[in-house]
Structure formats: C-alpha cells, structure tokens
C-alpha cells in the first residue's frame, strides 16, 4: 500500500536560515507528488508538484522540492525563511487505483523564529 | 474565479444529531474529493465523487456516513447520529475532469465538533 512519511513533527527555524522538511512515499510506480501548506484554521494550497522531467520543481514563495527516486523522497526546501512561511506542511502522493485520491503524510508543523 | 466553497465554516453538533457538510467545487470541476483531518493528524481520503456518480468510497465509514453529488448544486457530505469521534476537519477538494494527474484544490474546510 502507499504510504507517505514526514519525519519531523515540529522544526522551528530562525527568520532568514534555510528550510529543508523531509518526506519520504512508499509507491511502486512513478509517483506524482504534491506539497501542500496549511495555515491555521485554513484550507490546503498547493506549493507545488510533480509528475515528470525534471526532478526540481519551482513552487510558490520561493519553494522548491527534488525528486530522488533512488531514496524514495520529495524533500521540499526554501533558502530563506520568512516570518510568513509559518505553518503546517503536508506531503502527497496520488494513491493506486487511477482516481486520484490523495495519501498524505503526518504534517510538519514549522515554528519561525524572529 | 472563486475557489472551492463549502459551508458552513464551522458545526457544531450534539451527540445523536445530523451534520450536513456542503461542498461547491471550482468552476469546471466535475470531480469532488472529501477528506477528514482529525486532531493531530494529516488527512485522509473518504470519498471521491463525479456528478450523480460515487467512484471511491474506499475511505468512508461503513455506517452514518453518506455523501452525494446531484446533477445539480452541491456535493454533500452527511453524518447520522454524531458521536465525539467525528469532531475533525472535513476538506472538499475539486479537480478537472481528467483522471488521475490532475491537481485538487481544496476548499478552506468545515470545522465539526461534536458535543
């Protein structure tokens, strides 16, 4: 079965310093994988994804992640941390069966430090 | 172009009552997605719904829960006879009508609490 892992609960970063949040899926084909960002008592938005070609992908607010299918991984990252990027952050994967039903992972809670 | 709506934003519930979560997909979106984030945990799929049609519901409860999406206006997703262990966040998401690859939008969620 498919399965996503984030390792890491809770990282708290200062304001400026590089983020890099973990995420590790369990697929047997080629996954599209999704970065979504939640804010507190709001909705999912999309970062970014992948499907195919090149494994960096450019997101939104200066997100980027890499595909590495050899470690089975997505890690999302951002060189520099804003007071903003504050929040909760899910990764994805669409599950087996053709209908696009997401699997996602625990969460990371991310804390900026002024 | 407005985003995926639901309402209402928050429920609360007493212990034996009815929840009615409403979902309006995205302009152009045929396919409706539910998701349940409860306390301290990511989300998980429920259920996935085409017009008049149920596609998936390898993630619904076996029994209380029912969702429908009608011809016309918008998806519902219904709890009978509420008990505490629903209070979670319940996200629609809508998609184009492809299947698979495309990406879902979700909407900003309907808090339940049961109490």
């Given at each position: 079965a498919q399965s996503v892992t984030q390792p890491d609960i809770h990282i708290t970063v200062s304001e400026g310093a590089s983020l890099e949040l973990r995420c590790n899926y369990s697929y047997g084909a080629t996954p599209y994988l999704f970065w979504y960002v939640q804010s507190p008592g709001q909705g999912l938005q999309l970062l970014l994804k992948y499907f195919?070609?090149?494994t960096l992908v450019q997101g939104i607010k200066g997100f980027e992640a890499e595909f590495k299918r050899s470690q089975s991984s997505f890690n999302l990252r951002k060189p520099s941390v804003h007071w903003s990027d504050a929040a909760e952050y899910f990764c994805a994967v669409v599950g087996s069966g053709n209908t696009g039903k997401l699997i996602f992972g625990q969460g990371t809670t991310l804390q900026v430090k002024p | 172009n407005a985003g995926v709506m639901q309402n209402p934003r928050h429920l609360v519930r007493r212990r034996g009552q009815e929840a009615r979560l409403r979902c309006s997909p995205m302009k152009g979106h045929s396919h409706v997605y539910w998701y349940r984030q409860l306390p301290e945990e990511g989300l998980k799929f429920m259920v996935y719904l085409q017009k008049e049609n149920i596609?998936?519901?390898?993630?619904?409860?076996?029994?209380r829960f029912s969702a429908e999406f009608p011809k016309e206006g918008p998806s519902i997703l219904r709890i009978q006879q509420?008990?505490?262990?629903?209070s979670a966040a319940y996200f629609c998401a809508s998609s184009p009508p492809?299947?698979?690859q495309e990406t879902q939008y979700f909407g900003p969620g309907t808090r339940l609490l049961v109490l």
């Open positions: 195919s070609g090149d | 596609i998936d519901e390898s993630g619904m409860p076996k029994e509420v008990v505490r262990g629903d492809t299947r698979g």
